[in-house]
């Protein structure tokens, strides 16, 4: 399901969406990093503009006295690309971790301890089904209060400045939406929409963690650890005490509408995956390791098409091979300086 008619499915209350939801909230307008007038700057109030950005030093790893000359000449030549348009976003778990949510195998996040969920295990195994939900049921309160972070509303921003064709994510946290972009094709789905498996019907993660709630009164397990997937990890002691509670209109079996392992991507999410690639003059991936073909076929796509292909990554990503610009260098820095370069309001040059 994907793009335009995702968008419109039930799922991330109002109160999550972009910048008018986190002054009406209260919150910071960068989560996990500055509040406004910290040091990746202030955002404005109009969705997808930037006013008064200042970008400072990043990441405690890096020098805060210093700039790295060779990233600040790659992100440069990559605000050259970027200004031609053309340019599609292929984006990754990294981009929302300044969120909150952890990813999988950059160095913001680590590698999941337990195995994910395949859709057999899912379908076939009750007793899986259930430790299933009630991880999920944990872990669905860290993703569904995450706020968009200044790396999304700057991909909003440079969508709204018209140099962004499509946006395809890998991510399942409907957090592009949230921040005000619009024809996100969700190449894995959305854990905010819940899926009938025999009858279709499409309802709100919301509700449905409602309901959850009132059929384990009881349920007050901690999270080991929440996976970028929404997977909480539990002590298998609190597991098997979970109720789940199934299809209000036919009583069917209920599933988060995601892609899991061994469940094959929907065709037409792919094909137009495929197509905005093959139209794009730059593919733009953002926070992904590429580990897994799912992604990084776009990737091998856009080089045997000829596009150039940049990446701004956290770590170690299995793309670098074929990108022409590989920016190793913190999200929520790069993408608001390139954003309100892009809008001619940047302030400052980049320090990282």
């Known amino acids: 399901m994907g793009g335009t008619a995702a ?36 955002w404005g109030t109009a969705p997808g503009r930037l006013t008064g ?26 605000g050259a690309w970027i200004s031609e348009g053309g340019v599609v976003i292929l984006s990754g778990a990294g981009l929302s971790t300044d969120s909150g949510i952890p990813d999988y195998r950059g160095p913001s996040g680590s590698a999941r301890r337990s195995t994910p969920m395949t859709y057999q295990a899912f379908t076939r195994d009750p007793v899986a089904r259930r430790r299933y939900w009630a991880r999920s049921h944990l872990g669905w309160r860290t993703i569904g209060e995450a706020f968009p972070n200044d790396g999304h509303r700057a991909v909003a921003a440079l969508q709204g400045c018209g140099v962004i064709d499509g946006i395809i994510t890998q991510n399942v946290d409907g957090l592009h939406q949230a921040a005000g972009a619009s024809g996100v094709v969700e190449l894995h789905g959305n854990l905010t929409r819940i899926v009938c498996l025999d009858c ?71 094909s137009r995956s495929f197509a905005l690639v093959g139209n794009a003059r730059t593919l733009l991936v953002l926070g992904s390791s590429l580990t897994v073909m799912s992604g990084r076929r776009f990737v091998l796509r856009a080089v045997k098409e000829g596009i150039r292909v940049a990446i701004v990554n956290r770590g170690v990503t299995r793309g670098e091979p074929y990108a022409g610009l590989h920016i190793d260098a913190p999200l929520g820095i790069v993408l608001p300086h390139l954003a309100g370069e892009t809008a001619g309001e940047m302030s400052a040059p980049i320090r990282i």
Do not use: W
């Open 7 to 42: 968008d419109k499915a039930p799922g991330r209350p109002a109160a999550v969406g972009g910048t008018a939801a986190d002054e009406a909230s209260g919150r910071p307008a960068a989560v996990g990093g500055a509040a406004a007038g910290g040091p990746l700057g202030e």
């Open 53 to 78: 950005v200042t970008i400072a030093a990043a990441g405690p790893a890096r020098d805060h006295c210093c700039v790295d000359l060779q990233v600040v000449e790659q992100v440069a030549e990559l």
């Open 200 to 270: 279709g019907d499409l309802t709100a993660r919301e509700a449905l963690a409602a309901r959850l709630d009132e059929a384990n009164p009881a349920f007050d397990a901690a999270a080991v650890a929440i996976n970028a997937d929404g997977d909480a990890e539990l002590d298998d002691t609190d597991l098997d005490r979970f109720t789940v509670v199934d299809c209000l209109s036919c009583g069917g079996m209920l599933k988060p509408d995601v892609v899991y392992f061994g469940e094959t991507v929907p065709p037409e999410r792919v």
